[in-house]
């Protein structure tokens, strides 16, 4: 039987998925396909080139990714992340899709086009930072003079590219709808409204998950909350273990 793997954006509260894949990977899982999004995509990329869920938070935990991310003066943008591209290939130096273990798909938006563009084949690094170019935050990305930005925008949840190609789809979906706690500051505003913005088309796609995993106490963290990685790595990882009974019973009933 295929399984494949969906990782949805979320910003920092992407480290949860991170958890989740550690959880199911101890209940003997292994991945076929893997589609992406914004923070989903940098986690599928790690994992897909091998790295383990506990690797990969060390990186997101030591790496200086935050020193990468300089000024856009171009008013396009507030930052730039095409800087951190050096930093990824220190990681994953093939930059090749075809490179990985497992197959990945990542999805972008066309800012001029208004469309999503799926990458899947060539080059890796530039497609996955272009997925997570939260616009008025992050300068688009260019990529065969192509202006691209978070995939998040058009599709949250890229099931499509893999749906037709596996057997058994488990999504991980990192934006629960509550809030824990009332917004007091303009970025809680913006926060709160860009995940709004996605959440309608989000939510047509739950059914079409064999098995949805979405920690609600991630409520508790915002997508910038970076420094508290391992506390939402262990939200992922609590989570997916007390689902443990019907995750398995889902795959032995698609078996």
């Known amino acids: 039987m295929k399984i494949g793997l969906v990782l949805s954006g979320g910003g920092?509260?992407?480290?949860?998925?991170?958890?989740?894949?550690?959880?199911?990977?101890?209940?003997?899982?292994?991945?076929?396909?893997?589609?992406?999004?914004?923070?989903?995509a940098i986690v599928g990329a790690l994992i897909a080139q091998g790295y383990t869920p506990d690797e990969s938070l060390k990186l997101f935990e030591s790496?200086?990714?935050?020193?990468?991310?300089?000024?856009?003066?171009?008013?396009?943008?507030?930052?730039?992340?095409?800087?951190?591209?050096?930093?990824?290939?220190?990681?994953?130096?093939?930059?090749?899709?075809?490179?990985?273990?497992?197959?990945?798909?990542?999805?972008?938006?066309?800012?001029?086009?208004?469309v999503q563009i799926l990458f899947e084949k060539g080059e890796l690094i530039r497609p996955v930072l272009a997925?997570?170019?939260?616009?008025?935050?992050?300068?688009?990305?260019?990529?065969?003079?192509?202006?691209?930005?978070?995939?998040?925008v058009l599709n949250n949840l890229p099931i499509e590219p893999?749906?037709?190609?596996?057997?058994?789809?488990?999504?991980?979906?990192?934006?629960?709808?509550?809030?824990?706690?009332?917004?007091?500051?303009?970025?809680?505003?913006?926060e709160r409204s860009l995940i709004l913005a996605v959440q309608s088309k989000t939510r047509d796609k739950f059914s079409r998950c064999n098995v949805l995993i979405e920690p609600t106490d991630l409520v508790g963290f915002g997508p910038t909350d970076i420094s508290k990685a391992r506390d939402v790595f262990r939200i992922g990882y609590r989570h997916t273990i007390a689902m443990r009974t019907e995750i398995e019973q889902i795959v032995q009933q698609g078996c």
């Not at 990468?68 to 990824?88: C, I, K, Q, S, V």
Request: one cysteine or more.
């Open 131 to 152: 997925s997570c170019c939260l616009p008025g935050i992050f300068e688009p990305m260019l990529i065969n003079k192509r202006q691209y930005i978070d995939g998040g």
């Open 162 to 190: 893999i749906e037709q190609k596996v057997d058994l789809v488990i999504a991980s979906h990192c934006n629960p709808f509550g809030m824990s706690r009332p917004i007091r500051s303009v970025r809680g505003v913006i």
């Open 12 to 40: 920092a509260r992407g480290i949860a998925h991170l958890g989740v894949i550690k959880a199911l990977q101890e209940m003997g899982l292994t991945f076929d396909q893997i589609s992406g999004t914004s923070a989903g």
């Open 63 to 114: 790496s200086s990714f935050m020193k990468h991310l300089r000024p856009a003066w171009n008013r396009m943008g507030l930052l730039r992340l095409d800087t951190a591209t050096e930093l990824f290939r220190t990681y994953i130096p093939h930059d090749s899709f075809e490179g990985l273990h497992i197959p990945l798909h990542v999805v972008a938006v066309d800012l001029l086009d208004g």
